[in-house]
């Protein structure tokens, strides 16, 4: 996932943007509402994760905006307020969820991979395409049963064609979630990855295909010669 947090606390973010790029994701930080909206404007995000109190305004009035603008990226709210009527407020101004302050990061990583599956239409923690099965939840793949073992980007590379199925994804897109505003390596990297994914995936129902001048594209194979 590539992951926007909106968070002005030092130790509180640099704990979230630890444990998420730990796990593979690519994570940028934003501790303004001016900073989070130059954010947003640039580049499409999977999550974001939203404090309500910045300094320089209510982390709402970034959520609206991106409701009102259209943008329906997930968003999962912090708050160390403890009144009902805050979490109506979030929710009510477009939050997909909520966490109140402290919080383990533990639930902060569920309640992220959870919304993310349903903005994607994919409830369960296991996804299935073809004979090629993805486990959001414990980061495992396997094709015809057989486990397949995919590194951190390789991983991320794969939920993404997963959670955009059909859909044409162009290589700066591809390079922004795997490493990022601030990646350091070039857009051949995506070719990398995908080479390697695809030779890890030769027996899967999965294909990537690469259109000229437009990007990448996963789809479920229909022509499978039989067994």
């Known amino acids: 996932m ?8 030092e ?12 796990q593979g994701h690519a994570c940028d930080l934003a501790a303004t509402l001016e900073d989070a909206s130059h954010y947003a404007g640039i580049d499409p995000y999977d999550l974001v994760i939203l404090d309500i109190n910045l300094p320089d305004g209510s982390g709402l009035v970034f959520l609206k905006q991106l409701r009102a603008a259209k943008n329906g990226v997930p968003v999962l709210v912090l708050t160390a ?3 009902v009527e805050d979490k109506i407020d979030a929710l009510d101004f477009g939050a997909d969820d909520y966490l109140v302050k402290p919080f383990d990061l533990r639930e902060l990583e569920a309640r992220a991979r959870a919304i993310t599956r349903r903005q994607h239409g994919a409830s369960e ?4 395409a073809g004979n090629l099965s993805c486990n959001f939840a414990a980061r495992t793949v396997s094709v015809d049963m057989a486990e397949v073992e995919l590194t951190r980007r390789e991983f991320i590379l794969l939920e993404t064609f997963m959670g955009n199925l059909n859909r044409v994804l162009q290589k700066d897109e ?16 995506v ?6 994914l695809r030779r890890k ?27």
């Open 174 to 189: 591809l390079y922004s979630r795997l490493y990022g505003l601030t990646g350091e390596a070039g857009l051949n990297a």
């Open 81 to 83: 307020r403890m009144q």
């Open 201 to 227: 995936l030769g027996n899967a129902d999965l294909e990537i295909r690469t259109l000229r001048g437009l990007g990448y594209q996963a789809m479920i194979k229909t022509d499978r010669p039989p067994a």
């Open 2 to 9: 590539r992951i926007l947090v909106v968070e002005d606390t």
């Open 11 to 22: 130790d509180v973010a640099e704990a979230i943007l630890a444990h998420f790029t730990r």
């Open 125 to 128: 923690a296991v996804v299935n």
């Open 191 to 196: 070719e990398v990855y995908i080479a390697r």
